[in-house]
Every structure is written in structure tokens, then in C-alpha cells.
């Protein structure tokens, strides 16, 4: 397939908004295209590429060399291209990889120059891609989607689901079962104000567990392989030998398990955030991190186990399940509503919160009984409560700092996601971030930096951070008509991806937008 083509299809998907003419166009695509590329043009056209990072920043695009004539440049020759640029290291690398920039860019027309900037510079930005595309692939093999969807969330990924649907017919969705070392995105939750509306809302018996404030783990078992995935599905295993010793002690197998892995201080208190996620992200010396922070997992769910898939069982039995395969300590605590209208019930699950916050967690989740575990999909069948309004939110650029943060990128640009897939700005914070933060997230935004005019960095969305704030108030300064009153960051989330991040839509349901204060009051 010649780039050309999907630089045009790239093209007319982002012109268009109505979803319908999306889906049709990439469908067209998909049925054009040798199932083999599938899942090549997929990774195209959400902007990823499937080498990673491969060190091309804006100063080896902005200035491209004279486009081609015509059109010769195929999908496959860019991702061959694209591995050579990803094998350079070593002395020389540097000027090796602007040649063959340049050696590809020259190949190309100017559309296709234009695709390939913004694919390398992470900036296709064509609205909700992986939920339009798993629609396209199903219409392209005349699928049902409901059975598309599933197979996606049984194997984790849409390019592989595609590839075989297309080459084989829908009958071969039938394959795509839950595997003990394949991960699969996990289940998550929408929130609620308090644990009263979460259960009205529920209107059914529901459990209410402790929120942990850990980094999400899947723990897969078949007798000697263990793996342990990230909610990203990055394989940490070689990172958490506690885990895997636990793991390994369990008398069930095989099993999958969904839960957090934490650490607790000297009284038994649970250690901030970010000092596990910075255990977590060693790679190099884990006797000596594991020496300075052991941590351990705690479970609250199970997806497999002895061979039997759990994952369309009730929430109730699963937690059967779940008692039968992890001993108690590694298990969440937890209390269970059975009438949601019996208020000695509702006092006793607010208590549960209360002692899980005195326990010094951020909160509870509160799960429907009879629901079914929902991999990949944000759930109304669990509901979050925290005691302040939290959103997750994407860094858009930053500004470097003054004074004392001199040297450090500060002042952050935060955006939400929007109902297209796409990043809309709710304003700016400084605020909350220790010295440490700044010193890593000068590192990290610099990695993703476009471009820098010496006062503002922007940068590919892709760090997501989680702010605290207290509340929603109008603003004709930001496209969205709205900022965050008194906006401040709790913590950088390097193991949540920019899709996981909320949307605006999820900001408004918080609560009421206020008018800003007057002027002088």
C-alpha cells in the first residue's frame, strides 16, 4: 500500500466530525488492504509507531528536505525505515539519523511529509481512533462489533483481532479466549460524590472496598510462568520479585489476578504514591530498591482461575473465587451493602470509608454484585469515592520557572480529552509540585517536547498528571468555556496512557460551574 493512500484516508478522517463517515472511510480502507499491513496502518493512524521511541525530535523535522513528485513511498518501506532509525545508537548515531530522515522525507510527496511529521512528532490527532477503527475492522469483515469488541479485550489488541478477522472470517473470532501471559486492559470505574449516591445510584447490593493508592497490577500464573503487567499492559515482572514470590505461593493454577501493589511505612501506613511508582520504574538494581522500598500486592479480583475463565461470572462470585485463590492478608478489605435502602447498612459502608481514609487510602470503590468483569471499559457497575474532586489530566506544554525554579519546565498546561479523541485546555498550575517532581518532570517533558520558544515548551500529550481542585468555573479564556478554580498536581500517573485521561464531560458531572469572582472582590 502506497503512504499516499493513508495519508489521504488520515486526512479526510480528521476533516470529518460525524463518526458514521469515519467508521465508513476506514472501513474502505481495511477492505483494500492486505490483512498482513492491518495492523501497521491501525498503529499509523493513531499516531503510534511500533519501534517506540526511536530519538527523532522537531529539530531533525522542521526543516525537510524538497518533496517527491509522485507518489512511491509504501506503508511497509516506512516501517522498514523506521526500524533502521530505531536500531542507531553509539557514536555517529546522531548524524546517521538525520541522513536517513532526510532519505526518507525526500522520498516522499509533501502530504505524505506532513503525515510522516506529525506520525513521528506524535500529532495524529483524528478523534477517538481506536473505538472508530474496531467499528471499521468489523464492518470491513461484516462482523458483528459486539463479538469484535470482546476478542479485542480477550487479546488486548486490535491490530492482532483485525489482522486474523480480516485474513479469516468472522468465524475465527471464536479463537480469541482469555490467555494466562497475554494482558488485557483492566477494568475501571466512574465516580460518585460520596458512597450514599454510589450505592443509590447502584440500586443494587454492591460491596464497598478500599481505594489503594498503589500502582494497578495483573498477576498471571501457569505453573512456572508468572508475569506481572501495568494497567498500560508493560510487563514489570523482572521489577517485582515480592510479587512473584507471592504468586508463586499460591496453591491455585493458572490463575489471572487484578489488583495494586503498595508499600507501607514503619507504622503500617501506606507510603505516598509516587515513591512506589518510582520502585516500580527502576529498572536497573532492584535488590537495592526492592532493600529500600518493599512493597506488596493486594488483590480484589480474578479473571481466571484453575483453568475456568471468570470474567462474565457476578462480581459475588468472582470474590468467591478470589478468597479461594489468594489467602486473606493479600486480599482487599472490604464490606458489602445487600439493601441499598436500609440506612443501618449505609451508615455501616460510610464507617468503612472513614477508617479506610483514617488508614491513610484515598478512598473506597463501590462494585455492583451481580456485574461482570468488563475488561477494557470504563464500568457504571463501579463507582470511585474520594473525598476531593481529582481529575487525570494531560500536559499540553509548560512554561519554565522563575526564581528558584529557574532551569526546571513548572507552570503546566493541563487539557482534557474531548467526546472526538482530541485535548482542549483547562488552564494552568504550578502549584504542589516538590522539587523531586520538578526535577523528573523536566526530564520527562523534554522527551516529548515539539517545540520551545524559550518561555513555553509544548509537548506530545502524552504525560498524564492527577489534579486536585475545588472546583468548576466559568472562563472565556479556555476553548472548553471552563477552568479548574484552585488547580494544583498530587502526582504524575506515568502508568496511565493519555486515553485513560478524563474528559470534559466527566469534569462537569463534579458539580455546578460557577461565575468567576468579580473584579476587586
Not at 520504574?281 to 506488596?296: E, F, H, K, Q
Not at 502508568?495 to 485513560?500: F, G, M, T, V
Request: glycine share 8%; net charge neutral.
Amino acid at each position: 500500500m502506497l503512504l499516499a493512500r493513508l495519508a489521504d484516508v488520515s486526512r479526510d478522517v480528521a476533516a470529518t466530525s460525524a463518526r458514521s463517515r469515519k467508521t465508513e472511510l476506514l472501513a474502505e480502507l481495511f477492505s483494500d488492504t492486505d490483512p498482513a499491513l492491518v495492523p501497521l496502518v491501525i498503529s499509523y493512524l493513531a499516531g503510534r509507531v511500533p519501534q517506540g521511541r526511536i530519538g527523532i525530535g522537531w529539530s531533525t523535522l522542521k526543516e525537510p528536505p524538497p518533496p517527491a513528485r509522485d507518489a512511491t513511498l509504501t506503508v511497509l518501506g516506512v516501517d522498514r525505515a523506521l526500524t533502521a532509525l530505531a536500531a542507531l545508537q553509539g557514536p555517529g548515531s546522531q548524524g546517521e539519523r538525520r541522513r536517513l530522515v532526510a532519505q526518507l522525507m525526500s522520498a516522499a510527496t509533501a502530504e505524505e511529509q506532513q503525515f510522516l511529521t506529525r506520525l513521528l512528532m506524535g500529532e495524529v490527532r483524528q478523534g477517538a481512533l481506536d473505538a472508530i477503527a474496531l467499528e471499521a475492522v468489523a464492518r470491513a469483515a461484516n462482523a458483528p462489533p459486539p463479538a469484535v469488541r470482546r476478542a479485542v479485550m480477550l487479546d488486548g489488541s486490535l491490530p492482532r483481532v483485525a489482522r486474523t478477522l480480516l485474513a479469516e472470517g468472522p468465524d475465527a473470532l471464536a479463537r480469541f479466549r482469555l490467555r494466562v501471559g497475554t494482558p488485557v486492559h483492566p477494568m475501571l470505574a466512574h465516580t460518585a460524590k460520596t458512597v450514599g449516591d454510589a450505592v443509590r445510584t447502584l440500586a443494587a447490593p454492591c460491596a464497598v472496598e478500599e481505594k489503594l493508592d498503589g500502582i494497578r497490577i495483573q498477576v498471571h500464573r501457569d505453573g512456572a510462568l508468572i508475569r506481572i503487567f501495568t494497567r498500560s499492559l508493560d510487563d514489570i515482572t523482572d521489577r517485582l520479585p515480592e510479587v512473584s514470590a507471592a504468586a508463586r505461593g499460591m496453591g491455585s493454577d493458572p490463575f489471572i489476578l487484578d489488583g495494586e501493589v503498595i508499600a507501607v511505612d514503619a507504622s503500617g501506613r501506606p507510603v505516598p504514591f509516587q515513591e512506589i511508582a518510582s520502585r516500580v520504574g527502576s529498572r536497573t538494581d532492584v535488590a537495592a530498591a526492592r532493600a529500600a522500598l518493599p512493597v506488596s500486592p493486594v488483590f480484589f479480583d480474578v479473571l481466571t482461575a484453575d483453568g475456568e475463565d471468570t470474567l462474565d461470572l457476578p462480581s459475588a462470585e468472582r470474590h468467591a473465587v478470589l478468597a479461594r485463590v489468594v489467602p486473606e492478608p493479600m486480599r482487599i478489605r472490604r464490606t458489602v451493602v445487600l439493601d441499598p435502602s436500609d440506612d443501618r447498612q449505609l451508615t455501616e459502608a460510610e464507617e468503612f470509608m472513614a477508617a479506610t481514609m483514617r488508614r491513610g487510602h484515598e478512598g473506597v470503590l463501590v462494585k455492583a454484585l451481580d456485574a461482570p468483569y468488563s475488561a477494557g471499559r470504563r464500568g457504571r457497575s463501579w463507582l470511585k469515592v474520594k473525598p476531593v474532586h481529582t481529575l487525570d489530566l494531560v500536559v499540553l506544554a509548560a512554561e519554565w520557572g522563575h526564581g528558584r525554579r529557574t532551569g526546571t519546565l513548572s507552570n503546566l498546561h493541563l487539557g482534557a480529552r474531548t467526546a472526538d479523541g482530541t485535548f482542549v485546555m483547562l488552564g494552568k498550575t504550578f502549584k504542589g509540585l516538590t522539587d523531586e517532581m520538578l526535577r523528573w518532570q523536566t526530564a520527562r517533558l523534554g522527551e516529548l517536547a515539539l517545540d520551545d520558544d524559550g518561555f513555553t515548551v509544548r509537548v506530545r500529550p502524552e504525560l498524564v498528571v492527577e489534579i486536585a481542585y475545588d472546583g468548576v468555573q466559568r472562563s472565556s479564556r479556555y476553548p472548553a468555556g471552563v477552568t479548574l478554580r484552585f488547580a494544583r498536581v498530587l502526582r504524575h500517573r506515568p502508568d496511565k496512557s493519555a486515553r485513560e485521561a478524563d474528559t470534559v464531560d466527566r469534569l462537569l458531572e463534579d458539580g455546578p460551574v460557577v461565575a468567576p469572582p468579580e473584579a476587586g472582590a
